[in-house]
């Protein structure tokens, strides 16, 4: 579902956002409609050049809605794509960019029982449209998570770990002391799996592109949990035949590359492994070679978050996010490393978010 508003001084249909938008009932005593500011997009193309900073209404709350004043929303790869025009889930232009974020509860309509003012709320799916200062949802379109948690990882917690336990739990049933091998280890999945792993008593082998700062960047994986940090140009190696024999191989590779750095994860799987992907940064197809696939009998696989959603019932992404929220609790999960930028900056923050070899999550900030 998507926050009812339209352009300020416009009351079309057609400037509305997202899908079935129509106008929330009137609450008996109306007030001047709130100034709301949005990062708004007419049409699909560069980031820096469509994506502009205006002024909403606020509707009024209907029965079944929730006002949220939005805390904080992070700039995720899969938003960028949006914004572009190519990703699997596209909202009706103009949108609200931003998927992902928490926001807090200020009123909530005569129905609503979920919620109640004063509770942290993050999206119940993607095309929410989370980067502007307020909006008026339904309650439906929510999630409650408890509001202990870190504000960057309640903003953080809705793709990147939720994807990551998925796909440590779904495709091999792995013990503690099995092996995961992933490629984007920086990445904000890249994270939560190395945590996650742990966590579960799994081992990882971590690869990354090679880059200035390497020792800095190892060092910080191997804090979250990392066993190995290995550049793709390491594990092309022949010496790796050696590395690998004095471990099990990996029974899951998790993919978020494509191109040469997935055909290497493949090599190095158990027979019987599975390859799951989830991205394709190299912008280049799998490639798996056929005695691969006969002799060694690997799996390939992909892995949508929205796509899972739609196979699961709300309850279950529930509960996925009250694990993920232990895990949190018990200092088991941490959010990306965040670089927290005002609303107002945002061009500043789109830019930073698509630079190469980034480590640091830009979180727009709505205060």
């Known amino acids: 579902m998507w926050g009812r508003g339209a352009l300020l001084g416009t009351r079309t249909p057609s400037l509305a956002w997202g899908r079935g938008w129509s106008a929330a009932a009137p609450c008996s005593a109306p007030a001047e409609p709130s100034r709301v500011r949005a990062l708004i997009y007419g049409h699909h193309g560069d980031p820096a050049k469509v994506v502009e900073l205006k002024n909403l209404e606020l509707a009024a709350v209907g029965g079944s809605d929730v ?16 914004i572009q025009g190519n990703y699997g ?3 009706k232009l103009p949108a609200v960019g931003g ?9 909530v ?22 980067w502007r200062t307020e909006a008026v949802f339904s309650e439906e379109a929510l999630i409650g998570v408890p509001s202990d948690i870190p504000l960057q990882s309640a903003a953080t917690l809705g793709v990147n770990p939720c994807t990551a336990y998925r796909m440590l739990m ?18 904000g999945v890249g994270q939560a799996v190395i945590q996650i792993a742990a966590a579960l008593g799994l081992r990882t082998i971590n690869v990354v592109r090679d880059r200035p700062d390497l020792q800095e960047l190892t060092d910080r994986l191997k804090s979250l949990g990392a066993e190995h940090v290995l550049t793709e140009e390491e594990l092309r190696k022949h010496e790796m035949k050696n590395f690998f024999k004095d471990m ?16 290497e994860l493949l090599r190095h799987l158990a027979p019987g492994g599975t390859m799951v992907t989830y991205g394709g940064m190299a912008k280049q197809p799998v490639i798996a070679s056929v005695s691969q696939l006969i002799f060694k ?12 959603k739609k196979d699961h019932s709300p309850a279950q992404f529930k509960e996925l996010i009250l694990t993920l929220c232990g895990l949190i609790g018990r200092g088991q999960l941490t959010a990306p490393a965040c670089s927290e930028v005002p609303l107002q900056d945002y061009e ?3 830019e930073a978010s698509m630079q190469p070899f980034v480590s640091s999550k830009q979180i727009l900030t709505m205060c």
């Open 89 to 91: 889930l596209l909202p």
């Open 67 to 82: 006002h949220v004043k939005m805390l904080a929303a992070p700039i995720n790869p899969s938003d960028i794509n949006m």
């Open 248 to 263: 099990p191989q990996p029974r899951l590779a998790l993919n978020c590359v494509g191109g040469k750095s997935s055909t």
């Open 297 to 308: 009998d690997l799996k390939l696989r992909g892995f949508w978050l929205s796509q899972w």
């Open 170 to 187: 779904d495709f091999e049933q792995l013990q503690p002391g099995d092996w995961v091998i992933q490629n984007a280890s920086n990445s």
């Open 99 to 107: 998927n992902e974020g928490v926001g807090q509860v200020v009123a």
């Open 348 to 350: 500043r923050a789109l």
């Open 109 to 130: 309509g005569g129905s609503v029982t979920g919620v109640k003012p004063g509770d942290w709320v993050i999206p119940a799916n993607a095309g929410l449209g989370t």
